[in-house]
C-alpha cells in the first residue's frame, strides 16, 4: 500500500519553517464527478477510503470527512454502483443529477453541495484515478499551513496521448497569450479552503470555466506537483468535441481578446486599403493601367473570409450572452444518497 504517513510527515516539515497559520485539521469533502465510470468506481471507492482512513488515523483530517460522488446523468451502472456504496459506507454521499450536463456543471453542482455541508477543505478529483491520489494529504498539510487554494500539477503527463498533450500545450499557451491566467499543466485536482469556495460560488455564470475562475478569487495559492498516470479503466469520457467546446467555453468566458484581434484586424486592413488606394492612383497618373483579375479575386475572397469569422467570433459572444441571460439552472438533483 501506498504510505501515507510517510507523505503526511515529510509534507509537514516545512510548516515549522513557513510560521503562516495552522489550521486544524479539516473536515474534508472529496468531490468526485463521474459519467459512465461503472469500471472503475469500485477502485476508486477503495482507494479513496483506504486514503481517508490513513489520513484519518494520522490525525490529518477530521473523521468526519467524506466521499461526495457526482452521477452526471450516466447511462451506464454507475448510480447504482454509488448508490449501494453510500448504504454501506455512511462516509460516502451521492448526488445523482437528472442528466448529463458536463464534468464542469457536474463538478460545480458537486462543490456547491460540499460547501453547503459545512466542509472546511473540498478536493475535487476525476473518477478515473489518473491523478495521483497520494497528493491529497499534501493538499492538505498545505491547507493547513494556512493556503486557500492548492493546485494539483501534472508534472509529467507521458501517459496521456500525443494529441492531448499537444493540444492542451497548445490550449494553454494560446490562453496565457490571450492575458487568461491559469495554472499551467492544473485541470480540475485542487483542494480549496470553505472560505475560498463560497466566494468561487458567488460567480454567477451559468457556464463556469473553473480552471479560469479559481484564480480569480485570490487567497493564498499554492500547487502540488504530481505525475498523471493513465485512466484506470475505461474510455476517456472528454472526446475532441466536448475538448473543443470546454475550449471555445475557457476563451469566451474568461476574455474578450478574440474581438480585440477583429477590431485590430479590421484597423490593419483598412489601413492597408488605403494606402493601396494611393498606390493604385499613382499608377494610374503615371499612365499604367491596373491589372487585376486575380487580385480583385483574392482580395474578396480573403475579405470574405475574415468578415465571415469575425461574424462567427462575435456570434460566438453573442450566444454566449444570450445563454447567460437567460440564467437557466446549471443541473437538476434528481435523487440524493447519504
Ligand atoms: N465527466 C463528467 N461528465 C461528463 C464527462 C466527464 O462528469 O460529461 C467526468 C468523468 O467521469 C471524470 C472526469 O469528468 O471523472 C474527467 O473525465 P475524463 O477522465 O474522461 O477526462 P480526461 O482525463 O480524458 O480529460
Ligand atoms: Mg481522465
Avoid at 287 to 314: D, K, N, P, R, Y
Wanted: proline share 2%; charged share 20%.
Amino acid at each position: 500500500e501506498i504510505g501515507y504517513a510517510s507523505i503526511i510527515a515529510s509534507s509537514c516539515k516545512g510548516f515549522y519553517t513557513m510560521k503562516m497559520m495552522n489550521r486544524a485539521a479539516p473536515r474534508l469533502v472529496i468531490v468526485i464527478p463521474c459519467y459512465n465510470e461503472a469500471e472503475v468506481f469500485s477502485e476508486c471507492l477503495r482507494q479513496l477510503e483506504a486514503l481517508l482512513q490513513e489520513t484519518q488515523n494520522a490525525g490529518v483530517i477530521r473523521s468526519d470527512s467524506s466521499l461526495l460522488f457526482v452521477d452526471d446523468g450516466s447511462i451506464d451502472t454507475t448510480w447504482e454502483k454509488i448508490e449501494a456504496a453510500a448504504m454501506h459506507y455512511s462516509f460516502v454521499q451521492g448526488v445523482k443529477l437528472s442528466r448529463n450536463v458536463g464534468h464542469q456543471a457536474a463538478l460545480l453542482t458537486g462543490l456547491s453541495y460540499a460547501q453547503k455541508s459545512g466542509a472546511d477543505a473540498i478536493v475535487s478529483i476525476d473518477a478515473d484515478l489518473q491523478d495521483d491520489i497520494t497528493a491529497i494529504p499534501k493538499m492538505v498539510a498545505a491547507y493547513q499551513e494556512g493556503y486557500d487554494v492548492i493546485y494539483g500539477v501534472r508534472s509529467s503527463r507521458e501517459r496521456d496521448t500525443w494529441f492531448k498533450r499537444i493540444s492542451a500545450e497548445g490550449f494553454y499557451k494560446l490562453m496565457a497569450l490571450m492575458g487568461v491566467e491559469q495554472v499551467f499543466n492544473h485541470a480540475d485536482f485542487r483542494l480549496m479552503s470553505q472560505r475560498a469556495l463560497q466566494n468561487l460560488l458567488e460567480y454567477k455564470e451559468s457556464n463556469a470555466y473553473l480552471r479560469g475562475l479559481v484564480p480569480l478569487v485570490g487567497f493564498p495559492s499554492t500547487k502540488i506537483y504530481y505525475s498523471r498516470g493513465s485512466r484506470f479503466a475505461g474510455d476517456s469520457k472528454y472526446p475532441l468535441k466536448k475538448m473543443i467546446s470546454l475550449a471555445i467555453e475557457g476563451i469566451t468566458s474568461m476574455t474578450i481578446s478574440p474581438l480585440r484581434i477583429i477590431s485590430g484586424g479590421g484597423i490593419l486592413i483598412s489601413l492597408i486599403s488605403v494606402l493601396l488606394i494611393f498606390y493604385i492612383f499613382f499608377l494610374k497618373m503615371m499612365g499604367h493601367t491596373v491589372e487585376g483579375w486575380s487580385s480583385v479575386m483574392l482580395a474578396i475572397f480573403f475579405m470574405g473570409g475574415i468578415q465571415m469569422l469575425s461574424l462567427g467570433v462575435l456570434g460566438e459572444y453573442i450566444g454566449k450572452i444570450y445563454l447567460e441571460v437567460k440564467n437557466r439552472p446549471i443541473s437538476h438533483v434528481e435523487k440524493i444518497v447519504k
